[in-house]
């Protein structure tokens, strides 16, 4: 058997998984998804990753399924092709959403620390002398506690959505695996500090975080990955109707809270 040969029957062996992950193996190699997509820009070939994978699940499927009925190898085929679509756009959507979130909470982080030494800027016999003070740095205090909860939800969703779907493989790029260590990391001193500040101040304690609450959010979290991915993978192949109802079924809990405030101004 000729090297090519060889190469082609390693190919056809590889499940949908393992085809996006030797891709994300590839991507990863360049360090971040910029450097990525300029890569691709500049690349003469006219077939994109996701097509070629796509016409490597094909492959497959249709190789391991020599012989048989052409209504099986078709399901077979269509099968594969869902499934690697869909690891394709929760890549996809893994890091677009990781992007966000890092950006949103540097932006929120520079907020939170200027309240906190606004309101640390006086001596401390001016501040308790304020009656809104101890509330006001409650108040910050605890939406501190919650962002240092939402990144290690987002973490742990991503984690499990990961060992799911793609073997554990880390999704988002070597830049960005830094940059959520040195996130996490600047919001968990901000909100340590905001602790002691308010211990010295006498500020009363903060409940401690609601397990279940915590538990759900991961959840949420969850969804808010695999379900886009799952509409957007069946849209590309054609699926609209189903398509839609999983944006649906995705969305429908996030507009009930607005539903309902919208009833009760009525």
């Not at 590839?26 to 994109?48: I, M, N, Q, T, W």
């Not at 988002?172 to 990391?185: G, H, L, T």
């Amino acid at each position: 058997m000729t090297l090519a040969r060889r190469v082609t029957a390693i190919e056809a062996s590889l499940s949908p998984t393992e085809l996006v992950l030797r891709w994300l193996d590839e991507a990863h190699a360049f360090g971040d998804l910029e450097s990525y997509v300029r890569s691709l820009l500049a690349d003469s070939s006219p077939e994109g990753p996701l097509d070629r994978l796509c016409r490597e699940a094909e492959h497959g499927a249709r190789a391991n399924l020599r012989g048989k009925r052409s209504e099986v190898v078709g399901s077979a085929v269509r099968s594969a092709l869902r499934e690697t679509v869909f690891r394709f756009e929760l890549v996809m959507r893994i890091n677009v959403t990781t992007h966000d979130l890092l950006e949103r909470e540097a932006l929120i982080d520079a907020a939170l620390s200027a309240h906190v030494a606004l309101l640390t800027s006086e001596d401390r016999q001016t501040r308790r002398a304020d009656t809104t003070y101890l509330e006001r740095f409650a108040t910050r205090r605890a939406l501190l506690a919650l962002r240092v909860s939402e990144l290690q939800a987002a973490q742990e969703a991503r984690a499990i959505v990961e060992e799911r779907y793609l073997d554990g493989h880390v999704a988002i790029f070597p830049d960005a695996v830094k940059a959520w260590a040195a996130q996490r990391k600047s919001t968990e001193a901000l909100a340590d500090l905001a602790c002691r500040l308010a211990e010295l101040d006498a500020v009363p304690p903060a409940q401690p975080p609601d397990p279940e609450a915590v538990a759900a959010r991961v959840i949420e979290l969850m969804a808010d990955l695999v379900e886009p991915a799952k509409s957007t993978a069946l849209e590309r192949l054609g699926d609209g109707e189903q398509s839609l109802a999983i944006a649906i079924d995705w969305l429908r809990p996030k507009l009930a809270p607005v539903v309902a405030a919208a009833d009760l101004a009525i």
